[in-house]
């Protein structure tokens, strides 16, 4: 199953290497952000973007060194900031294609702040979250998604912190548009990819994102062919919650717990949980879809747009205020406004 991707762009006869810089990829051999790279520049060619009006924001970190390799405008800012900074951004120029790249530590640690409250305002930006569950630009600290007892050289005894779920996260925060995709499956990340731009408000995809130096195999069970099949379950809008190697694996809804039927024994795809991508409870209980593989009868992780919505996104309405200001107060005079009304001597 893949996400259904809204291709608007006509490419204007540009291809991926278009949006490539001559500058050299220092990433390690094997990471997955080479396969996140590509996939980005493959898109901005395939929507044939006006590469003067895209701005790529990124933080600290090894994802953050994405606007060095990419044909656009760009700015690696202050860690955890980047989100503040493509807020400004799009306040002052709304035209502009405002992508955030950022990692999980970036992202929901010193950033975690930043990320909410851009989440809840809705700026038409898209984030993209590269999730290795690991620190890998300062050599393999465990990060705010690293699972408990993850033993790293800041934790040689196990880390004791419970992992932040960025979907649940997202959910929580109010957001929009919330997805997840991984490195190692490129066809359902560009169509992941695509969805996102084309939602108008904050898009925030979670990528899978393999750090094969200091945390490699940690998404292996969903991305390896021998155990996806078993491991994803990759949503379609409309369409019942269906995995296994022979798909004849389901999800259903018992009470208000999420349970697995076996479509071969007595249940049939009219039983099952039919994907809605706008219904915000369903989507709560997706985003904690979150149990270890290495458990029998573990839920599968869902893939694909967990959850969208409309909602006026920040930019417009901050705009329609001041012009709503204007027509009722007039145009305004800075002076004025600084001196305000009430005055007073000192003697």
Partial sequence: MAVQADIK???????????????????????????????VQSVFAELGLDKDQVAVISGIGCSSRFPYYMETYGMHSIHGRAPAFASGLKMANPELSVWVITGDGDGFSIGGNHMLHVLRRNFDLNIL????????????????TSEVQKKTKSTPMGSLDYPVNPSAFALGASATFVARSMDRDPKHLKAT????????????????????????????AF????????????????????????????????????????????????????????????????????????????????????YQSDRPAYEVSMFDQLDNARSQKGKGDLNEMIAGSRTWQIK
Avoid at 129 to 144: A, H
Avoid at 203 to 215: M, T
Wanted: hydrophobic share 30%.
């Fill in 193 to 220: 990819l695509h969805r996102s731009n084309a939602h108008k408000g904050t898009s925030f995809l979670e990528i899978y994102q393999n750090c094969n130096i200091y945390n490699d195999g940690a998404f292996f």
């Fill in 129 to 144: 979250v590269f999730n290795n569950q690991i620190y890998g630009l300062t050599k393999g600290q465990y990060s705010p």
């Fill in 223 to 306: 991305t390896e062919k021998s155990s996806k099949s078993e491991n994803c379950l990759f949503l379609e809008q409309g369409q019942p919650l269906v995995f296994g190697m022979e798909q004849d694996k389901g999800v259903t809804i018992d009470g208000l717990r999420p349970t697995i039927v076996d479509l071969n024994n007595g249940y049939s795809k009219g039983d099952l949980w039919i994907h809605d991508e706008e219904d915000i409870f369903k989507a709560s209980m997706l985003a904690r879809f979150f149990d270890d593989p290495a458990v029998e009868g573990h839920l599968p992780r869902p893939f694909g747009v967990l």
């Fill in 9 to 39: 762009g006509e490419g204007n006869g540009f291809k991926a290497k278009d949006f490539a810089t001559n500058q050299d990829v220092r990433w390690c051999p094997g990471c997955g952000d080479y396969s996140i790279l590509k996939q």
